[in-house]
């Protein structure tokens, strides 16, 4: 059974940083292309970053530069660093595994940005 298990969220103020984790289970990570989504109660779930099998990485106009995201085969993990935060990014972040869209989903984590 595929799982995703994201962590790392939390409160910060504007111009902060946090690094979110996601741990993959039921799948061989390593071939596959790795996503993080994120969603507001008025958003749908939005794909922001991308990271394909070989390390190749995308992002959304609204993040880039600020946000990287990396993975750990060994691991079996995903991250997303996130710095100068902005109240905009406020949303649960999730991760998941391409092809999108997905049909697994992990229970997010939360991310609130204070101005």
């Known amino acids: 059974q595929v799982g995703f298990v994201e962590s790392g969220g939390g409160l910060v103020q504007a111009g902060g940083s946090l690094r979110l984790s996601c741990r993959v289970s039921?799948?061989?990570?390593?071939?596959?292309?790795m996503g993080w989504f994120r969603q507001t109660p008025s958003t749908q779930r939005e794909k922001i970053a991308n990271i394909t099998a070989v390390g190749q990485t995308s992002y959304v106009g609204s993040v880039k530069g600020r946000f990287t995201i990396s993975r750990d085969n060994a691991k079996a993990e995903v991250y997303l660093q996130m710095n100068n935060l902005k109240p905009g990014d406020t949303a649960v972040y999730y991760c998941t595994a391409g092809p999108w869209p997905s049909a697994d989903w992990g229970q997010g984590t939360q991310v609130t940005v204070s101005s």
């Open positions: 039921g799948i061989i990570m390593s071939i596959q292309r």
